[in-house]
């Protein structure tokens, strides 16, 4: 692994934000494992980004929209592409970052875009004091402030990303009501590796002979 | 890969397959019988046994699409197969590498594969006893060897001495084998012949094991282990020596036992089996279809899986496995746990 010097961090995809505040262990295993698995509800999303990057005609001629737009953060180490990026006539930027399912407040979304308008910040040499989250499942834009907290919060996951991505080695599972709503269950395991008392036993018992077992055929 | 998916079988002789639209047309020679297309997104894998033709639109799909493509001699002995890119899961490849390196890391994993094999032949011989007439004690025999074996597997201080265990146990397990197959079935099993098999029950097992092997193949690779890289059967070129390793426990409980029922109820005969000139015995044509039909609703079935506690279909405990692999050798697990019955 090569060396990474204080002025250059190791660059974190903005996407990894989003993911490792849903989980950090499936931020771990896309990271470090290149495992990817998609679901009915990735498979949409896919879909509707297709849909979002195609540029379509624009109802509001007086604002500039940018779709798929590269951006990223020299000092923060961060790196992504904006789904939509409105410039506004009075120069107002703001990302609007698409989401197939519905909107939750404080969630894993809201650190994504704030660290799309810090990005946008330092490119565009622009305050960004508003993004945008929009919900396809409740047809609805969410806008949301940009504010000291919500910026803390980026550049703290930024860091918890880095180290995760430094130490080679995956956070523990989650195992709870996320779990079941995560399109990488099967190749995380999550119960399994929580529950090592059953998996222990099963280990100590795999030289004596098994009771004899059922053949349903 | 929590959808157990289909693997399309061809083996025609002259048969072509080609891309159409998001389907997969089969064309028999001389354009004979109907237009026959597949939806590839219902299709795992595409395998050919034998002289099959597959148009280069078709490959790149699947390729794109991580859909392995294999190809098998007539026999069922696996030849090649295509697939996508190597998946990037360099560390656990990395890690992979390590533990084979490391005999302290390296001899539990082969332990614990060879334990689950015996442990799976273990209770095919016990269901034999009970279905058993006069050769009820000597299958008890048997399977009370098979628990000396086992115990030997346990207590192996280094893979020489595993790899005799091993070979001592097979051998009173395939003479069980052989004890299990009905003298009114028109076939007997002389112990394990292969390269090349010379009797129908051999020939039989050879094809079988052939397939398990190609889905255990799969699997490492779909997981982002080297096939290559194994634990009992350590490295030698060419040789898929992990998914050797992985497929010892499936051996007994999913091949043998398909061959039994399917020699036992007579599915199989004599009359599905060829002799070559100079000796070898395979499957005849319409012999491989009734045994891949069979494979196929096989591999649907559901058995209880003792580590994720619930039911399993036959053809998904590779993946399951092979995950077990995974995270043992990352160690997040504190070993590797073979899938017994």
Known sequence: ?217 | MTELLNTLYVQTPGASLHLDGDAVRIALPDGGGPRRTLPLLRLESIVLLGNISVSAPLLSRCADDGRAVVWMSRGGRFRCRLDGPTRGNVLLRHAQHLAHADPVVRLPIARACVAGKIQNCRQVVLKGARDAGDTKDALRGIAADLEDSLAAAGAAEDLDVLMGVEGAAARSYFEALAMMIRKDSGLSFPGRIKRPPTDGVNALLSFLYGLVRSSVHGACEQVGLDPYVGFLHGIRPGKPALALDLMEEFRPAIADRLALTLINRRQVSADDFEQLEGGAVQLTEDGRKTVLTAWQQHRQKERPHPVLGRRVAHGLVPFVQSRLMARTLREELPGYLPWTV
Do not use: F
């Open chain 1, 1 to 217: 692994m090569t060396a990474v010097g204080a002025e250059d961090p190791w660059p974190v995809p903005l996407s990894a934000l989003e993911h490792y505040a849903y989980c950090p262990r499936q931020a771990g295993l896309i990271l470090l494992e290149d495992a990817y698995a998609d679901d009915a509800a990735t498979v949409r999303g896919t879909l509707a980004h297709h849909r979002i990057h195609d540029p379509g005609h624009d109802k509001r001629p007086q604002v500039r929209t940018l779709r798929a737009l590269p951006v990223w953060h020299d000092e923060l180490g961060l790196t992504g592409v904006c789904d939509v990026v409105e410039v506004h006539p009075d120069g107002t930027v703001l990302p609007v970052e698409h989401k197939s399912g519905s909107y939750t407040p404080g969630g894993p979304a809201d650190v994504q875009v704030a660290a799309q308008a810090m990005c946008l910040e330092q490119r565009m040499d622009t305050a960004v004091p508003t993004a945008a989250i929009y919900a396809m499942a409740d047809r609805r834009r969410h806008t949301l402030a940009v504010d000291a907290s919500l910026r803390e919060r980026v550049c703290a996951t930024a860091e918890a990303v880095r180290a995760v991505m430094a130490r080679e080695e995956l956070p523990a599972p989650a195992a709870d009501q996320r779990c079941r709503r995560c399109s990488m269950n099967t190749g995380c395991m999550p119960k399994v590796l929580a529950g090592t008392r059953r998996y222990n036993r099963l280990l100590a018992e795999l030289y004596t002979p098994s009771h004899e077992t059922d053949w349903d055929d």
